[in-house]
């Protein structure tokens, strides 16, 4: 099992050194023949339009497209912020970017405003133990779950981690903590699912 991290741009340096120090099989995508190598993708936080467009550009999302709706051995994907905005069916907010469709859902980039008012705060994550520390950094928000969307975790009435079959999205930064919870979870999903 290999998972890699999208690596065009954002945090992806922080989901590796995650899944090393888990001692993980993991690499960088930044192709399509890098993602042809992996059974899990995490989509990390970052710029959503500017990744929005290396996607498009490189053919990468396209394909990670088939390989999600694929029959066997599906590629089972995480977002996390600009990742779960990549996966939604839709994206509103200023600037929305083009998505991938890959879970029904509708997030409102930046939803909380701007840098300034990130903020961190504990979450009650279903299949994590413990409370888990998170950071919401310049978040979007998830304002629609269609249906046979699972709801992993929630703040302020909203949902912030969900999930259906083989894809999750988040609206926190798991990484920048350097916690493990999240990415532990992601990959009992890839296991169980591959």
């Known amino acids: 099992m290999i998972i890699g991290v999208l690596a065009f741009q954002g945090d992806f340096a922080e989901h590796i050194e995650i899944l090393t120090r888990l001692k993980i099989d993991c690499m960088e995508v930044r192709n399509t ?12 936080g970052g710029e959503s339009t500017v990744m929005a467009k290396f996607l ?3 053919g990468v999302g396209k394909e990670i497209q088939r390989r999600v709706r694929a029959k066997n051995h599906p590629l089972i994907v995480y977002g996390t912020c600009a990742g779960a905005i990549l996966l939604a069916k839709e994206a509103t ?6 998505t991938l ?3 029904d859902i509708t997030i409102e980039r930046n939803a909380y405003g701007a840098q300034i008012y990130s903020f961190e705060t504990k979450l009650l994550i279903q299949g994590i133990k413990l409370p888990m520390t998170v950071s919401f950094i310049r978040a979007p928000k998830i304002v629609r779950v269609g249906k046979g969307i699972e709801i992993l975790a929630m703040y302020e009435k909203s949902p912030v981690l969900v999930r259906k079959g083989n894809v999750m999205a988040g609206t926190f930064h798991p990484e920048v903590r350097s916690q493990t919870a999240i990415h532990e979870l992601f990959i009992e999903i890839v ?3 591959s």
């Open 33 to 44: 023949q890098d993602l042809k190598l992996v059974q899990g993708l995490i989509i990390p």
């Open 56 to 58: 498009e550009s490189t």
């Open 93 to 98: 907010g200023k600037n929305a970017p083009d």
């Open 191 to 193: 296991k169980t699912l």
């Open 101 to 103: 469709g890959l879970l």
